[in-house]
C-alpha cells in the first residue's frame, strides 16, 4: 500500500474518532434521549461541544476531496513524491486542525488549515 493510501485510511479513522468526540459533546449538552430521537428541534450545540461538530463536518468536506485526489492519483499511476508529501501535509495538518479547532485557538485553527489545503493542492498540481 502506497503512502497515499495508508494516510487516506489514518484520515478516515480521523474522522471517526472525530465523530465520537463531537457525539460525546452533543450528549453532554442536550442528552441522550434527544440525539435517538428524530433530531428536530435540537437546539444549537454551544461551545466545544459546537466546535466539534463544525470540526467533524469541515473534516468529511475535506475528506471526500482528499479521497478523489488520492484514488485518482492511484489510478492514473501517478503517485511519486510530490503526491506523498501533499498526502502527508493533508493528514498532519488535519490532525492538528481538530484539537485546534475543538480548543478555540483562531489563527493557529486557519493555519494548519492552510496546510492540510496546500496537501489537497500538491496533489492536485500531479494530476493536471
Known amino acids: 500500500m502506497t503512502l497515499e ?4 485510511v489514518w484520515s478516515t479513522a480521523l474522522t471517526i474518532v472525530q465523530v465520537l468526540i463531537a457525539v ?3 450528549t453532554l449538552q442536550v442528552g441522550t434521549p434527544a440525539l435517538v430521537g428524530n433530531r428536530e428541534g435540537l437546539p444549537r450545540l454551544e461551545g466545544w461541544a459546537g466546535r466539534a461538530e463544525r470540526a467533524h463536518r469541515n473534516m468529511l468536506e475535506n ?3 482528499f479521497a478523489i485526489l488520492v484514488l485518482a492519483a492511484q489510478v492514473a499511476g501517478k503517485t511519486n513524491p510530490m503526491t506523498a508529501l501533499g498526502a ?13 479547532y475543538i480548543i478555540g485557538i ?3 485553527r486557519t493555519a494548519v488549515f492552510a496546510v492540510s489545503a496546500a496537501g489537497l493542492v500538491l496533489v492536485l498540481v500531479q494530476l493536471l
Do not use: I, N, S
Not at 493533508?90 to 485546534?100: K, Q, V
Open 88 to 100: 502527508q501535509l493533508f493528514f498532519w495538518g488535519r490532525l492538528a486542525y481538530a484539537p485546534t
Open 24 to 26: 460525546a459533546g452533543a
Open 106 to 108: 483562531p489563527w493557529l
Open 5 to 8: 493510501l495508508k494516510l487516506l
Open 63 to 65: 475528506l471526500v476531496l
